[in-house]
């Protein structure tokens, strides 16, 4: 990681500084531990990640802004992977920063803030990723549904004999891009969909959003499969259990999701919201799944953010900081601010872990093979 001499410019105080940096050590050394090595041309190393309201303006549901350090432990998670799609981005002046301390290799695509009325947060949907191992192959776009598919659907009979479709867009819209990394190529679909409630209408319409996203995008499956490309279907889906119907909508679609994806993804770890999933002829990728006791050698897997930064027992080295928030300002007692401790953490961390899976991004015998294939076929 390019640090030079970033951590000092950013972080003044010599005793902050030192304490920070032993967070970064211990953070590195799991991270060593925990994802498959970064290589130059063979894998792809893919993930999603949820950041909590990062760089919105204001104070945050009175929770403050973030702290210098936290951009240095994003940073160091996200340079750990070639390609990340993030949720939650609202304004960009936090993740430029990120961006600074990643370094010139890195870049971004970014959609514009979706609007608040709609029931989202205003934030944007993007990927990041490192250009020495990814290319933007400059098609990007939104999905936006046609009558048929709307959300919460009714139809309605007009006085002429003709049918009218009434029903929702999506309270944020699906970004699609497409990308490439070495001989594998993939259009990717990332998301936030609507939460809405545990039960009812609006947990209807949060089905319905997964449901709709999953066959829209999945139509391209046999296409995608004619031009050598997967169809990755990735981000915060709010589902609610690997047996919920929010995951069997994913599912349905012709989606794969690793089995060691399907745990809980959230800071309580209790609730089982982002998900990868994926699509795709076999011949162009059949190297997710792989099970092992060793977390190098897997495909796929959930990360634990919390186990080594912001961590319960480490409370009182964030009193100043908590105290300066519009929530923590008014709070004396150790057991107040512990308390308050373990929802600020999230907002200056996240309240979601990541995920990532490892792909074959350089198979150029199995390429060559259907490249020979096709060509013998006419």
């Not at 401790?341 to 961390?349: A, D, E, G, P, S």
Request: charged share 30%.
């Amino acid at each position: 990681m390019p640090y030079y001499n970033r951590l000092k410019f950013k972080i003044r105080d010599r005793h902050e500084r030192v304490r920070v940096i032993s967070n970064l050590q211990r953070l590195s050394k799991q991270l060593d531990e925990a994802i498959p090595d970064k290589d130059a041309d063979q894998n792809l190393l893919l993930a999603s990640w949820n950041i909590r309201d990062f760089g919105k303006a204001g104070m945050r549901r009175g929770f403050g802004k973030r702290e210098p350090e936290t951009l240095f432990y994003i940073a160091e998670v996200l340079s750990r992977f070639d390609f990340i799609a993030i949720q939650e981005i609202n304004e960009l002046d936090e993740f430029e920063d990120v961006m600074d301390i990643l370094g010139d290799n890195w870049d971004y695509i970014a959609t514009d803030v979706t609007d608040p009325s709609l029931g989202g947060n205003g934030e944007r949907l993007t990927y990041c990723y490192d250009k020495r191992k990814m290319w933007f192959k400059n098609i990007s776009g939104e999905i936006v549904l046609p009558p048929k598919m709307l959300i919460s659907q009714a139809v309605v009979d007009t006085d002429e004999g003709k049918k009218l479709y009434s029903g929702k867009q999506f309270r944020r819209t699906p970004f699609i891009t497409s990308f490439q990394s070495g001989w594998f190529k993939f259009d990717i679909c990332t998301v936030h969909l609507y939460y809405g409630d545990e039960s009812g209408d609006k947990l209807k319409q949060r089905v319905e959003e997964i449901d709709r996203v999953a066959r829209y995008f999945g139509k391209r499956a046999v296409k995608a499969a004619r031009d050598g490309k997967a169809l990755i279907l990735l981000g915060d889906f709010n589902i609610v259990h690997p047996e919920h119907e929010t995951m069997t909508a994913l599912l349905e679609a012709g989606f794969k999701v690793p089995k060691t994806l399907r745990e809980p993804t959230n800071f309580s770890g209790n609730k089982y919201y982002d998900q990868i999933a994926i699509v795709a002829d076999p011949k162009v990728l059949k190297y997710l799944e792989k099970l092992s006791d060793k977390p190098k050698q897997m495909n796929a897997g959930i990360l634990d953010i919390f186990k080594n930064i912001y961590r319960p027992t480490e409370w009182s080295d964030y009193v100043e900081q908590m105290k300066k928030s519009p929530n923590g300002e008014k709070l004396s007692s150790d057991a107040e601010l512990k308390k308050y401790y373990r929802q600020w953490l999230t907002y200056q961390w996240s309240d979601h872990r990541p995920l990532w899976v490892r792909i074959r991004s350089n198979d150029s015998a199995a390429y060559l093979k259907t490249l020979k294939e096709q060509a013998e076929g006419g």
